[in-house]
């Protein structure tokens, strides 16, 4: 059953990360290259390739290790 009681709960943060479905939508990365907001973008997690948490971690770890 879908419970009706909840609260809205505001946290401070640098950084959010949006974890939903299995399918792959690489619009913010496109849109981002389109308009040149850093020298360099990468690609990873589900906006590359749909898996699970530890796949898109892992795979950000391995990217990031190389930069």
Same mark, same amino acid.
Do not use: H, M, W
């Given at each position: ?5 909840? @609260?809205? @709960?505001?946290?401070?943060? *640098? !950084? ?6 299995? !399918? +792959?939508?690489?619009? !913010?990365?496109? *849109? ?13 997690? *589900? ?5 699970? =948490? ?8 391995? =990217? +990031?290790?190389?930069?």
């Amino acid at each position: 059953s879908i419970k009706e009681n909840y @609260t809205d @709960t505001f946290v401070e943060a *640098d !950084l959010v990360v949006i974890a939903g479905s299995y !399918l +792959a939508d690489d619009s !913010l990365y496109i *849109d981002c290259v389109g308009q040149r907001v850093a020298r360099e973008i990468y690609n990873v997690g *589900d906006s590359l390739k749909p898996g699970s =948490l530890f796949e898109s971690v892992r795979s950000a770890y391995k =990217l +990031a290790k190389n930069i």
